[in-house]
């Protein structure tokens, strides 16, 4: 149980982890440094919600009847597999260009405004993957 966990608790890591190095790379190759502290901020942030819904559904989970928690169980299972079913499909198509499609949508972002579209963009992304 506890590898199967540490092994899909990685590989969500490491796929925000490579999302938040494009995004770094991206912004210091287009001389837009002072973004990063936004992309930072973002991936804080996100990671701060996770840990407290974590804590809340782990510990929140006590003050439920039996029914209520298998009533939980259940449900959140279906979302991880239909969240993970979608990932998978998802990164069939995409995955090839995920590079280009976030640099051009990046360059789009910054070009419109001061940054705090990529901020959501890394919040969501780290956010996504800690939940």
């Not at 490579?18 to 770094?24: A, N, Q, V, Y």
């Not at 840990?51 to 299972?77: H, K, M, N, P, V």
């Amino acid at each position: 149980m506890f590898l199967a966990a540490f092994l899909i608790g990685l590989r969500e890591g490491l796929e925000a982890s490579l999302i938040i190095g494009i995004l770094i790379a991206y912004v210091v190759r287009v001389n837009r440094a002072e973004v990063k502290s936004k992309i930072w901020l973002g991936v804080g942030l996100a990671i701060g919600v996770s840990l407290g819904l974590g804590a809340l559904f782990a510990f929140g989970r006590y003050q439920l009847t039996f029914r209520g928690q298998e009533i939980i169980g259940g449900t959140l299972s279906l979302v991880a597999v239909a969240m993970v079913t979608g990932m998978v499909m998802w990164m069939v198509t995409a995955g090839k260009n995920m590079k280009r499609s976030l640099e051009t949508s990046m360059g789009t972002a910054l070009l419109a405004g001061s940054g705090w579209s990529i901020f959501w963009l890394s919040f969501i992304t780290v956010g996504r993957e800690g939940l």
